[in-house]
């Protein structure tokens, strides 16, 4: 028995695990429907939340803001497109726009345009940070409609 030893000199490899998918891609798979996920929801808000709020004409918003923006530069605005008057005050160097008799609807969507672009009073509360459940709570509170003050920021 001089050649084979008792022991052979490597010990037998155990049996292999099954292979186990790399991390890597378990990671990619998991980002891959995690932006679809995203996708899909960023899809339906757009979907569900057109530009003209629900009741409003098609561009309602956008004249409305426009409207107001007019205002701010100092053109006369005798009333809004929904009979309540725009008024603009000018108290040292500061201008402030006034709307009143605003939807709740178009008070909600031009309100986030308008907090991007100076500061919003909302049926007298000026929201010290702004979210979309804050803007409905403030434009549904009174009697039907809201009164807007807007101060827009200087120009640069």
Sequence with gaps: MVG?????AHPPHPPKAKPRPPKRKRALWIAVAGVVVV???VGTWFVLHSDAPRGLPSGAADIF???MQQAAAGESIE?????GAIRTERKGGVTMVTAE????????SVGWKLVRRG?????????M?????????????GEGTATVLWVPRPPE
């Excluded at 009333?79 to 009979?83: D, E, G, L, P, R």
């Excluded at 008799?101 to 008070?107: D, I, K, M």
């Design 4 to 8: 084979h030893p008792a022991h052979p």
């Design 39 to 41: 996708g899909i929801a």
């Design 65 to 67: 803001f426009a409207r």
């Design 79 to 83: 009333a809004s497109a929904f009979h």
């Design 101 to 108: 008799n605003v939807p709740p609807q178009l008070c909600v």
């Design 119 to 127: 500061v919003l009073t909302i049926n007298g509360i000026t929201p």
């Design 129 to 141: 940070r702004v979210s979309a459940a804050r803007l409905a709570e403030l434009c549904n509170q």
